[in-house]
């Protein structure tokens, strides 16, 4: 069965503690790896899409990485700003639908 | 643009009510979906549709309806709702029928309590 699980469930960071959220996937065939960002009573936002294992992409203090198992968040220098819960997704070969995993609740600190 | 809306943003309802949530958008997208959130579970897809007259089910989809007669709406119809659809459901699009590969974008939520 095609699963997604998020790990930690919640982190706490000071203010400039780099620090990185894992998304970690099992599924017959990556289609593509998608991180949303959602804050408290509003819809997730778009942030990252990963195809194949390698590829990175960055965005202010955010950087994605994708192997052929995992995902990972990598959070350089957070600000409060970037409290929020982020969210992965997989698409897969199986399904037209996407699997979500169930979310970091991250909390960045002054 | 506006992008995908959604309302009412918050609704409480008795037990055998009947509502529509309403969702649309004003990107001239292909594919919109219904999906719910609940604590400790991860996004679930109610159901969704490719184009204008054509709806599918997804993984949630009993107690649901939807219908699609314009490419820019989407509604949500609960027929009898149940406490067990206590939920904040998100209607999302997609420009592509590859949701697997294209990015779908989100509305703001409705948050649904059934009494």
């Known amino acids: 069965e095609d699963q997604v699980t998020q790990s930690p469930e919640a982190l706490r960071l000071q203010e400039g503690e780099s620090s990185s959220l894992n998304c970690s996937y099992t599924?017959?065939?990556?289609?593509?790896l998608f991180w949303y960002r959602q804050d408290p009573g509003k819809g997730p936002e778009f942030l990252f899409t990963?195809?194949?294992a390698g590829e990175e992409k960055e965005k202010e203090r955010l950087k994605a990485t994708l192997t052929k198992k995992e995902s990972f968040l990598h959070i350089t220098a957070p600000k409060p700003e970037d409290s929020a819960t982020y969210l992965c997704?997989?698409?897969?070969?199986?399904?037209?639908?996407?699997?979500f995993g169930t979310g970091t609740r991250l909390q960045v600190f002054p | 643009n506006a992008g995908v809306t959604q309302t009412p943003k918050f609704q409480v309802l008795k037990t055998g009510q009947s509502m529509t949530l309403q969702c649309a958008q004003d990107?001239?997208?292909?594919?919109m979906s219904w999906y719910r959130q609940d604590p400790g579970m991860g996004l679930r897809l109610i159901h969704y549709?490719?184009?204008?007259?054509?709806?599918d089910q997804g993984e949630v989809p009993n107690g649901y309806n939807v219908s699609r007669s314009t490419t820019e709406d989407f509604p949500l119809r609960l027929l009898s709702a149940a406490p067990s659809q206590t939920s904040v459901y998100f209607c999302?699009?997609?420009?592509?029928?590859?949701?697997?590969?294209?990015?779908?974008?989100f509305g703001p939520g409705t948050r649904l309590t059934v009494l």
């Open positions: 999302a699009s997609s420009y592509s029928l590859r949701i697997n590969t294209d990015t779908q974008y």
């Open positions: 599924v017959s065939g990556l289609r593509g």
């Open positions: 990963l195809y194949s």
């Open positions: 997704a997989v698409g897969t070969y199986n399904t037209d639908k996407l699997i």
């Open positions: 990107m001239n997208h292909e594919y």
């Open positions: 549709s490719v184009g204008a007259g054509i709806t």
